[in-house]
């Protein structure tokens, strides 16, 4: 069986993330063109209080949503591109950064690829739990960012309404929304 072989690789725009024109000859010998966008893998972590029953979500301004006219700001999880060799290093880096949390257990829940279509970002996904003690930090995000990050805590209860309500409409954060309640149940009890 013949296999998809890459013909040429164009770097079209280099900077935080890359844009290339990949030239692909298909199978059947015809080449197609695709556009992709590379910046590397990221982690998102949901971190939950289980004795308090809460969540910490960050709220932030996302230039995407913002272009497109749906909104200024973007409700999610704690997440950050992988700097690290691992992953979960990545992860408490921008639970203490974003929302001033140092955490210490991470449940994996999954890596997965975002939009394979078109980004070679895979996300790796992350439950983690926290207590009041566990914030050491006011977070807010890294000045030199300017991310401009608010942080909230929540009820899971509040959490989960969102969800249901379709106002939580950043995929990560309802992905880890879903996993906390399947493997954590009695957080809703």
């Known amino acids: ?8 690789l164009e770097e079209k725009h280099k900077g935080w993330a890359s844009l290339c024109v990949a030239h692909i000859r298909l199978p059947d010998g015809k080449v197609i063109a695709r556009e992709i966008e590379d910046h590397g893998s990221a982690v998102a972590v949901l ?9 910490v979500l960050v709220e932030q301004f996302r230039p995407a949503p913002f272009l497109t006219g749906a909104q200024d700001h973007t409700l999610e999880v704690v997440a950050g591109i992988v700097d690290e060799t691992a992953c979960a290093a990545a992860a408490r880096r ?17 890596t997965a690829w975002t939009m394979p279509g078109i980004s070679t970002e895979k996300l790796t996904l992350y439950l983690a739990p926290y207590s009041r003690a566990d914030r050491v930090a006011e977070g807010g995000g890294v000045d030199a960012e300017d991310e ?3 942080v909230i ?7 989960v309404a969102l969800m249901a309500a379709g106002d939580l ?6 992905a880890l929304g879903q996993a906390l309640q399947l493997r954590h149940p009695e957080l809703l009890a």
Do not use: C, W
């Open 153 to 159: 805590e929540m009820g899971v209860a509040d959490f």
């Open 148 to 150: 401009n990050i608010r």
């Open 1 to 8: 069986m013949k296999k998809h072989e890459l013909v040429s």
């Open 94 to 110: 921008e639970a203490l950064e974003e929302a001033g949390l140092q955490l210490d257990a991470l449940e994996h829940v999954a």
């Open 47 to 55: 971190p939950y209080d289980p004795e308090r029953k809460t969540v």
């Open 169 to 174: 409409v950043d995929l990560k954060s309802l």
